[in-house]
């Protein structure tokens, strides 16, 4: 089973948010997509993600990654 969600198109702040991920990821992550059912939620979420996440603790990219993945095996995560 699928959740339907709001494509870039639906919304004007989904196709802002997809956006902003297309062009620095290459694409709009599903677990985003998700909250895009709210737009309001998925763009306090994206700003979140932005403020807390690779890149923005000081502690480079490459670091920020390695502790993310590491956390995820301790916490068995297959996502």
């Known amino acids: 089973m699928r959740i339907k969600t709001l494509g ?8 802002e948010i997809s956006d ?3 062009a ?3 694409y709009f992550p599903s677990i985003m997509r998700a909250f895009s059912l709210k737009p309001s939620l998925l763009k ?5 993600a ?5 890149g923005a ?6 670091r920020e990654e390695l ?7 301790l916490l068995n995560c297959r996502y």
């Not at 603790?57 to 490459?62: A, I, K, Q, V, W």
């Open 57 to 62: 603790t000081g502690l480079g990219r490459r």
């Open 8 to 15: 870039p198109d639906d919304h004007p702040i989904v196709k």
């Open 24 to 26: 620095r990821r290459g």
């Open 50 to 54: 932005q403020a807390t996440t690779f």
């Open 20 to 22: 902003l991920f297309t």
């Open 44 to 48: 306090a979420v994206a700003g979140l």
């Open 67 to 73: 502790i993310a993945a590491y956390v995820s095996r």
